[in-house]
Every structure is written in structure tokens, then in C-alpha cells.
């Protein structure tokens, strides 16, 4: 089977479900068409076997021998030529669904990549991951049942045409017997349709749920949470399970209206031929002809109701893709340049010199987290990266020269070594080996891949969920080393280790930057006192700048909040 083919660049501006699922059915034409093509020539192979059977019985009753084996060697020839076409139309199948479902993935992968912080802010968890638990495979459903349903539309014309031309009444019946049972099954795709998207949205927010309920199962343990959380978690599944009963009783209804209506057109069609054929209308080998196109068409027509519920489960599925999709980043981009220099936030007055280490200190967290993400362009302000405005810069450029690293990062799952070395996921070019290990080094992260017992090639967890939160902490400022930006921010780096190892890192931190922009946001006395300039602020404000030590003697707001009132 061929390889997949890449999503398009970009993100197409898609306003609808049915544009986007008219979009994807585009991008796949050839693969659609052809699968189509042997689809109806798989059902019109099955539409010819009926008529060849006929003439077999009719060979048979007149005692010919060699119109007997005719029409058996057209049979059999029929069977290889079926046999052909439903194994390349299965492998069609597999491939359109593989390739509307995953070019979904890559489209709201690539979406999630160009959004960033944007995203957490206007979605769930849950909703996202849901797009690729359920969404993909509804998506991929729809673009697969086009295939067969194509073939099975033709496959009805065509018995339809062959009844009409053999026997008036019978083809008529056909004829008008399959709308009236496609309009039957209407009525019931609107509140499938409904019901549906109720539970999509029930599962996304469950999603969520158990992901807050995992990532901070630690701290529920902590305070005897566990019970309220499980009883909520329990209470919001009910509430899916029900949405999902709701939806089964329509799914079972049209379930039913496949058997039914076919069965009672079969019933009718063999009825009325076996009438004929008792008043010598029409040969006997006819009747039986007549008996196996009806049976014949439960096929089609399953296959019919079988596209309705999957259109309609792919058009709910598309929706929460559009709606992802449709989401804009709060941060734009320009097309200007910088050839870098001096990084200052007009709002806040923090000024960050070139090729120096240094802190901030603000008497609230909050305000140190919201000036490295406006120095970061991570939320709006008037920030200048050497002449130009950073908001004039491409998003691209200022995230791979400018990198704030915060607590609330996270380990990806694979090897560490690919987790600590990001650039290019191997750590296998000029030099990166010795990186990581130096970053370790100065993270004081040496005895944390030590303990491993593949070291650097250990598989990680989850979020890193086996280690601590000092280790975590630790290991995250490796990668930020790593990284090796031209300006590095860091966001209390050292608030989850013990003293010692605070201590360490701070020595180490200020020699391995020497020389190369650095700004720590945090109010670490240990930390502070290796920096080469602090700057503090206060209600969002620069108070005062100058070294640690001039600070503790000359500004009493410093000194409290740094070293938190004691002394």
C-alpha cells in the first residue's frame, strides 16, 4: 500500500463540517475515485450473478449441456473478477480512511503547534484529545462508506434497469420501494444527528476530568481528595453512559430499519414473482433470478442506512475539528528583523542587558510570570528586542531566539535523551552528547540519570510522572540549557529543590552563562546572589536595580520579600 500523503501546508480556512469533510474527499480525489471504480464494479459483478444463475436453472430444465457449462464458466469467471475487485476495494477502503484520518491529525496537530499557549486558554483537554480518540476514526468512516455507498446506488440502477426490462411491475417496484425506504430512515438522522454531538461533548469534558484527576493525583492523596473526585468523575460517566444509551436507541432503530425494510422488499419482490411465474408469466429460471435480486439488494440497501449513520457521525466529527481549526492565536506575528541587543518591557521598566545574568525579584509571583511572558511574547505589551518592536518579529523567530522556561512545563514521553535534546530529537550531532551531559551538570541533575537504569536512554513517562517534583524541575532547566537560546528566561528554576542543590545550581548556572543573556525571575537569595544585576519590582513596577547585596542595604522592600520577613 502506498504511503500516506502529507496534510497541505498550512491551515485551510474551512468555515462548515460538510466543507471540511468536501475538503479532505479533494485532497484524496484520485484514491476516492479509484476505490469508488472498483466498488461498482464489485456490487456490479454481484448484480450480473442473479441473471447468469437464471440462465444456469433454464440450461438445466432444458437438458443443454452446453449452455450449462456457458453459463458456468461466465459464473466462474464472474467470481475471480468479484474476488479482484473486493480485495483492491478493501484495500481503497483502508487507505481513504487512513488518509482522512490522519491528515485530521496532522492538520490539528499543526493547529495546536501554530496556537500554543493560546490553545489551553480556549479548549480543553479533553476536547482536543478526543479529536484524535474518536473524531479521526468517524472522519476516516465517512470517506470510507463513500465507496461502497457509490457502488451500491449503481448496483441498484442497474437491478432495477434488468427488472424493468424483464418484468414492468417487479421493476417498478424496485424502483419506488427504495426511496420510499430511504425516506423511511430520514426522520431518524436529525436526532441521531443531535444526540451525538451531545455525547461528544460529554466525552470531551470526561476526557478532561480524568486528566486534572490523573495529573494531580498526588496532591488529592495528599489532602484526602481521592473520594470527592471519584464520585465526581463517577457522576460525570453516568451522565456519558446515558448520552450514549440515548444515542443507541436511535443507532438501534436504524439498526432494525436495515433488516426491515429490505427484508419486506425482498418479501414483496418474491412474492409477486412467484405469482407470475404460477400463472406461467415468466420461467421458472427467471423467478429464481428474480428471488436472488432481491435478496441481492439487502446488500445495497444496508449499505445505504450504513452511510447516512456514518455521513452523520462524520459530520458531527468535522464540526469539533472546524471548531479547533477556527481558533486564531492571540499572538501574531510581523515580518520585520532584529539583530538583537537589549530586551525591555516599557510596562514593567525591566530592562534586560545583553550577554549579562540577570534576576528579577517581585514581591508577587504573578507579576515576575507576566513580565517574562510579555518579554517571551507570550501575552501582548511594549516590548523592544534591541531597535525593533519584539511584536514586529515573526512568532517563529522570537520563540527560537527568546526561551521562557516555567514550572508549568512538561516531559514528553520517549527517551530522555530525545526529551533533554529537542533541537533535532536524536542529541546524536556535533558536540550534543557532551550538551546534555554539561546541562545535567549545572541542572545538578547528574544523580537523577544515574539512578535510571538505561540512563539517557530510559524511557520517560507521561508528564515524567516517575519522578519527583525537585527532579522534574531539575530536569526541565537541563533542557532549557539544551536549548541554548540567545536569551534565556527562567521562571523560579529552583523553588522544588532543597538548598544544597539551589545552591550548586546557582554557581553553576552563572558560569555556564557567562557571557550570554539570562534572566531569572525569582526571589532565591542563594540565586539572587549570583546574579550580576537584580532588578526589583513591585505591583508591576521596577523599584530599584543594583546587586543583591546593595539591595538587602538600601531597599527594605527587597530585603522583606526576599528574605521573607525574617531579620
Known amino acids: 500500500m502506498r504511503s500516506l500523503p502529507e496534510a497541505d501546508p498550512g491551515v485551510p480556512d474551512l468555515r462548515s463540517p460538510f466543507r471540511y469533510l ?4 479533494r485532497r484524496q480525489a484520485t484514491s476516492l475515485l479509484a476505490g ?26 432444458a437438458k443443454d449441456t452446453g449452455a450449462l457449462l456457458t453459463w458456468s464458466a461466465i459464473l466462474f469467471g464472474l467470481g475471480l473478477v468479484q474476488a479482484f475487485t473486493g480485495i483492491m476495494r478493501h484495500r481503497m477502503a483502508v487507505y481513504n480512511w487512513l488518509a482522512a484520518a490522519y491528515r485530521t491529525v496532522q492538520l490539528t496537530t499543526r493547529q495546536a503547534t501554530r496556537l500554543g499557549a493560546t490553545l489551553p486558554k480556549r479548549l480543553s483537554t479533553g476536547e482536543v484529545v478526543s479529536v484524535g480518540n474518536s473524531d479521526i476514526a468517524h472522519i476516516g468512516s465517512s470517506m470510507d462508506i463513500l465507496l461502497r455507498g457509490t457502488g451500491s446506488v449503481v448496483a441498484i440502477v442497474t437491478v432495477t434497469v434488468i427488472l424493468i426490462s424483464t418484468s414492468l411491475p417487479l421493476g417498478l417496484l424496485v424502483l419506488f420501494g427504495v426511496p420510499l425506504m430511504a425516506a423511511a430512515v430520514g426522520p431518524l438522522l436529525r436526532p441521531l444527528h443531535r444526540r451525538q454531538a451531545r455525547q461528544r461533548e460529554l466525552t470531551g469534558e470526561l476526557s478532561t476530568r480524568a486528566a486534572d484527576i490523573v495529573a494531580g493525583l498526588r496532591v488529592l492523596r495528599g489532602i484526602g481528595g481521592e473520594q470527592v473526585f471519584a464520585a465526581r468523575y463517577q457522576e460525570e460517566s453516568q451522565r456519558v453512559r446515558r448520552a450514549g444509551v440515548r444515542v443507541a436507541g436511535v443507532e438501534s432503530v ?4 436495515q433488516i426491515l425494510l429490505p427484508g419486506l422488499l425482498i418479501a414483496i419482490v418474491t412474492g409477486v414473482g412467484a405469482s407470475f411465474a404460477v400463472a406461467g408469466q415468466i420461467p421458472t429460471g427467471q423467478l429464481v433470478a428474480f428471488y436472488l435480486y432481491a435478496v441481492f439488494l439487502i ?9 447516512a449513520d456514518k455521513l452523520t457521525k462524520g459530520h458531527v466529527a468535522a464540526g469539533r475539528v472546524i471548531r479547533i481549526l477556527s481558533i486564531e492565536p492571540e499572538i501574531k506575528g510581523g515580518k520585520g528583523s532584529s539583530g538583537g541587543g537589549v530586551l525591555r518591557d516599557s510596562y514593567s521598566g525591566v530592562t534586560v542587558q545583553p550577554g549579562v545574568l540577570t534576576a528579577v525579584a517581585a514581591s508577587t509571583p504573578e507579576d515576575a510570570a507576566a513580565i517574562a511572558d510579555r518579554l517571551g511574547r507570550y501575552a501582548g505589551g511594549d516590548v523592544t528586542f534591541g ?30 535523551r530525545e526529551e533533554l535534546d529537542v533541537r533535532d530529537g536524536s542529541g546524536a550531532r556535533d558536540g550534543g552528547e557532551e550538551r546534555v551531559l554539561e546541562a545535567l551538570r549545572v541542572a545538578c541533575a547528574e544523580d537523577i540519570v544515574e539512578a535510571l537504569p538505561g540512563g539517557l536512554d530510559t524511557w520517560v513517562a507521561e508528564a515524567g510522572r516517575e519522578f519527583s517534583g525537585g527532579q522534574q524541575q531539575r530536569l526541565r532547566l537541563a533542557r532549557a540549557l539544551v536549548a541554548d537560546p540567545e536569551v534565556l528566561i527562567l521562571v523560579e528554576p529552583t523553588s522544588a529543590v532543597d538548598a544544597h542543590s539551589e545552591a550548586r545550581i546557582a554557581e553553576r548556572l552563572a558560569r555556564s552563562r557567562a557571557g550570554r ?20 519590582v513591585e505591583n508591576g513596577r521596577v523599584l530599584a536595580e543594583g546587586t543583591h547585596r546593595q539591595l538587602l542595604d538600601t531597599t527594605p522592600e527587597y530585603a522583606a520579600t526576599v528574605t521573607r520577613g525574617e531579620g
Not at 468536501?22 to 474527499?25: G, L, S, T
Not at 445495497?300 to 442506512?305: E, K, W, Y
Not at 519584539?390 to 517563529?396: I, W
Open 22 to 25: 468536501w475538503w479532505n474527499a
Open 36 to 61: 469508488i471504480g472498483y466498488a461498482t464494479l464489485w456490487w456490479l459483478v454481484q448484480a450480473l450473478m442473479p441473471a447468469v444463475l437464471g440462465q444456469g436453472v433454464e440450461a438445466v430444465t
Open 254 to 257: 436504524l439498526e432494525g430499519a
Open 299 to 307: 446488500g445495497p440497501l444496508r449499505t445505504l442506512t450504513e452511510a
Open 387 to 416: 531597535p525593533a518592536e519584539l511584536s514586529s518579529l515573526p512568532v517563529d523567530e522570537v520563540r527560537r531566539r527568546i526561551l521562557v522556561a516555567g514550572n508549568d512545563a512538561r516531559l514528553f514521553t520517549g527517551r530522555l
Open 517 to 536: 543573556t539570562t534572566l531569572v525571575c525569582t526571589t532565591s537569595p542563594l540565586v539572587l546572589d549570583r546574579t550580576d544585576h537584580v532588578i526589583y
